[in-house]
């Protein structure tokens, strides 16, 4: 990422600038551009089926300071078609939305070879530790979830572009929680919650509420109420007073349903 950003001058859609100008060209359309001199001239490839989405971030990203070109396309075929229009590829930005990784591992894995050694970073709205492993697997540099701010995604970009990794904070909540399933309390779970789904559970069981649990998990509270949602329906409760009652059954080892 370059070290200053130039600032961007706003500019009406379409709007067509005197030969020579130094101001901010926008073009509102596919393969969205958004260019001002001064600026790395490279560009952040964005790929989204979604046409709404990916012109949404693509201004986004550049409003915020993102600080390269951006370029926003459907597919990697339609932005060959349109190469003239971002030429210099520095990053690939590739939104999956709600798809899972085994849905779209074969083009990550595709990305990554075609544009090594240039970073391939993943957007999507899960987050899970099992799927950005897998990403990273496919040969991705990063794994953003879309529950982070514009401004995270950008140093997240940002880094890949230098080099590093970028993971999620709660990914290393997983990881830690991982380790602490050596504890014998942690084992009446194994295979029946989620990560996420397990660090809600002991705090569920410490009796914190759904503002409190968003906090320490780094969640929104909806999300929480989500998570809380699906451990109801897996232990068949119907209100948290339930929960509560089957899960000290579950970890004193008397439950007596599946």
Request: charged share 25%.
């Amino acid at each position: 990422m370059a070290s200053s950003i130039s600032r961007f001058e706003k500019t009406p859609a379409f709007a067509q600038e005197p030969s020579g100008s130094n101001s901010l060209t926008h073009r509102a359309s596919d393969g969205e551009m958004q260019q001002t001199e001064g600026v790395d001239k490279r560009c952040l490839l964005v790929l989204d089926s979604r046409a709404l989405d990916r012109e949404c971030l693509a201004r986004t990203l550049t409003t915020h300071g993102l600080g390269m070109e951006v370029g926003a396309f459907g597919s990697v075929d339609e932005w060959r078609e349109k190469k003239g229009t971002c030429p210099s590829v520095g990053a690939v930005l590739l939104n999956i939305g709600a798809r899972k990784v085994a849905d779209v591992a074969a083009e990550i894995a595709k990305l990554a070879a075609e544009f090594r050694p240039l970073p391939v970073v993943v957007l999507s709205d899960i987050d899970d530790l099992g799927q950005i492993l897998r990403v990273l697997e496919c040969g991705a540099r990063g794994y953003i979830p879309t529950s982070v701010g514009v401004e995270v995604c950008i140093e997240a970009i940002g880094l890949a572009v230098a080099g590093g990794i970028f993971l999620p904070a709660s990914s290393v909540l997983a990881v830690r929680h991982l380790i602490e399933t050596e504890r014998p309390e942690a084992q009446p779970m194994a295979g029946m919650f989620t990560l996420r789904q397990a660090e809600v559970v002991q705090a569920l069981r410490k009796g914190k509420a759904n503002k409190i649990i968003a906090y320490e998990l780094n969640l929104r509270e909806s999300t929480v109420k989500v998570h809380i949602r699906n451990i109801m329906k897996k232990l068949k409760a119907t209100n948290r007073t339930e929960v509560a009652y089957k899960l000290n059954d579950l970890f004193t080892g008397n439950a007596g349903y599946h």
